[in-house]
């Protein structure tokens, strides 16, 4: 009898959140079909590791699997920005399908070239814009608008549609500089920004979904590959199962938590589609100057994902 497997796992974040309740129930499926072969131990609430340096901690073999901020690891796989375009997809069902087909097997690839692997990936509701002046109606509200950001592609979009994006403030601290005045706006997903109080320094919330990040469940490649073929394809395809219900929980948590922020005293608007779509050509200039600096992957990454 071979020796029994022990796997640790570390996650942040809170418990009751879809994602993370989804999580468990993953864990527990698995924990039940291999009892006796396989345990997966999991420290939660970042006992371990926070979301800035978890993809580190998982490439390394510190733990075997952790929950990973996708946005968090495009310094360490520029490949996956071209899963997280701004303004490239429309809603959360539609950024979901870059995970599918070839342009997994890019993201895949990638991965593996950073000693990881991914099991499975869960969607959030989409990034919209929380503004301490007014609601956008139009691309010329963001000219001269002091906005907060973290992502270097949108940074540059921002900046080439006239505003004054500043990437200087971490999320973290984001909430105290719109109170203090050193900015107008932030980003945030409507559920995110309502748990974090976005709404109270900046509550003109102009529903614009920028772009869709994810989190992901992935583990290191070299324990990944030692382990026996029937768990991996049954971590895999139970993973599969909770990806798909994350999609539909986003949807829901998404207009769930727009009628709280509403009856929290913000101002929800939708940014107009019109505008919107003038945006995204705007921004195709930036998707290419990323693919042509990456090369061929990430061209065809690109191309998979625009065509959508």
């Not at 996956?80 to 995970?99: E, I, R, S």
């Not at 102009?206 to 290191?220: F, L, R």
């Not at 030692?226 to 993973?239: A, H, N, R, W, Y």
Request: proline share 5%; glycine share 6%.
């Amino acid at each position: 009898m071979a020796e029994p497997i022990t796997l640790t796992f570390a996650s942040w974040g809170p418990d009751k959140h879809y994602i993370a309740e989804a999580r468990t129930s993953w864990v527990s499926q698995i924990n039940e079909k291999f009892k006796g072969r396989l345990t997966i131990v999991e420290y939660p609430a970042g006992q371990l590791y926070g979301p800035k340096e978890m993809h580190i901690a998982v490439a390394k073999g510190l733990v075997d699997l952790g929950i990973i901020l996708q946005p968090r690891m495009m310094a360490l796989i520029p490949m996956l920005q071209g899963v997280y375009l701004p303004f490239a997809y429309d809603n959360v069902t539609h950024a979901a399908q870059a995970y599918q087909g070839e342009s997994l097997e890019i993201i895949d690839k990638a991965l593996a070239e950073k000693h990881l692997k991914l099991i499975y990936t869960s969607f959030t509701d989409g990034v919209q814009m929380f503004s301490a002046k007014k609601s956008l109606e139009s691309i010329n509200d963001f000219v001269d608008l002091r906005i907060l950001s973290t992502s270097p592609m949108l940074t540059k979009i921002l900046a080439g549609i006239g505003a004054s994006p500043d990437t200087s403030i971490p999320q973290t601290e984001q909430y105290m500089a719109l109170k203090r005045g050193v900015a107008d706006a932030s980003l945030n997903s409507t559920v995110s920004g309502y748990f974090q109080k976005s709404f109270e320094v900046s509550p003109y919330v102009t529903k614009i979904n920028m772009s869709y990040p994810t989190i992901m469940v992935a583990m290191n490649l070299d324990k990944w590959q030692k382990l026996p073929v029937d768990i991996q394809e049954f971590m895999l395809s139970t993973g599969q199962q909770q990806s798909e219900k994350s999609i539909k929980s986003a949807i829901a948590w998404e207009s769930k938590f727009t009628s709280v922020l509403k009856r929290s005293g913000a101002i929800v608007t939708d940014f107009p589609e019109q505008q919107r779509g003038e945006l995204k050509k705007m921004s195709q200039v930036f998707w290419r100057e990323w693919a042509n600096t990456y090369g061929e992957d990430a061209k065809r990454l690109l191309e998979l994902n625009i065509e959508r």
